[in-house]
């Protein structure tokens, strides 16, 4: 699969945000959405947590190493705009110290597919 290119745009606005939300689904097909800080350094995203091994992102790509990334904003409301990126990939994982959660184990997303708007 080819890497995946994010523009100078894109990554500014990644790098300007402290949270995505993270998609991931159990081997039945369960889904699960949670709210995480994050890390990125322009090829790939880490996510950890304080107890990152009783949380269902974690138990689920464990067993079925894909997600779905969002990072978005609402720049405004008057007009409505709203900017963000999309991501889908695979998951594996690292040791990693990272600014979200310290040095420990971090779930390793390469992006293989993306989308952006209102950037």
Request: proline share 5%; aromatic share 14%.
């Amino acid at each position: 699969m080819a890497d995946v290119n994010f523009t100078q745009e894109e990554k500014d606005f990644i790098k300007s945000q402290l949270l995505l939300r993270i998609g991931t689904a159990s081997p039945k097909g369960r889904p699960d959405v949670a709210v995480v800080g994050f890390d990125f350094d322009g090829a790939y995203f880490y996510v950890s947590g304080r107890d990152n091994e009783n949380t269902w992102k974690y138990k689920n790509t464990r067993r079925n190493p894909r997600a779905s990334l969002v990072i978005d904003d609402l720049p405004s409301v008057k007009p409505w705009r709203t900017r963000g990126v999309k991501v889908f990939g695979s998951v594996d994982f690292v040791h990693y110290a990272g600014r979200s959660s310290g040095e420990r184990e971090y779930l390793r997303i390469k992006p293989e597919r993306k989308y952006s708007w209102g950037l």
